[in-house]
């Protein structure tokens, strides 16, 4: 058997959001321990929750939403590779997945450790390292954050690099336990109407000869 990794946090009342966005919450319509013959419950909460998938959408007022999004470069070989204390990932630290020829590409930075409380300086991408990685013709990008920007930029330059670029990109994963190298990718958007977002169920299989 292949192993998986799950690369997506669960998803509870307690998960932390965005300052200012909708945070989780589940209400119960229907409780078999309450007598129902069924349970039955509805979510509320933001769609940019835990590890999920962003639509062009969200950060450019021409971009298609999420039911739009090409699904291609969500499933495929990806390389995770690790950059630790650094504010910023910069171009010279794009080189090394860049030379593994994978066009999808995780980075585990470890500064967004814990998934119930929000801190503010995770690390984030510059614009110029995501430009080195369009021109090397990768199709999607990840992080274990919440953002591709920094916590307190407007202009969200990595964003729109994303957009020029054509780049998917993945926030919110969990890559703590992942050992840098390659791997098979499948992280799946659902199909949102209208959407800026969608949650995904992110993992990584090893890959076999």
């Known amino acids: 058997m292949t192993k998986i990794f799950d690369i997506s946090p669960t ?5 932390a959001v965005w300052p200012g966005d909708t945070p989780m919450r589940r209400e119960i319509l229907c409780d078999i321990k309450s007598g129902s013959n069924i349970d039955l419950s509805t979510l509320h909460s933001t769609v940019h929750i835990g590890a999920h998938a962003d639509a062009p959408r969200h950060y450019h007022p021409e971009g298609v939403t999420i039911e739009q999004v090409t699904l291609a470069p969500y499933i495929g070989p990806c390389f995770v590779h690790s950059i630790i204390g650094r504010s910023l990932i910069e171009p010279e630290d794009c080189q090394k ?5 994978m066009k999808r590409i995780l980075f585990r930075t470890d500064s967004f450790p814990d998934q119930d409380h929000f801190n503010e300086n995770f690390t984030a991408f510059s614009p110029e390292a995501l430009d080195v990685l369009g021109r090397a013709g990768v199709i999607l990008v990840g992080i274990d954050t919440p953002s591709v920007d920094p916590f307190s930029s407007k202009s969200l330059p990595a964003h729109q690099m994303l957009r020029k670029y054509g780049i998917a990109n993945l926030e919110g994963l969990i890559l703590s336990q992942v050992q840098d190298g390659e791997y098979e990718l499948i992280a799946l958007p659902l199909k949102l109407h209208g959407f800026d977002a969608s949650p995904v169920r992110a993992v990584l299989r090893e890959l076999t000869s």
């Open 97 to 101: 997945p860049i030379a593994s020829g």
């Open 11 to 15: 998803i509870s009342e307690s998960i």
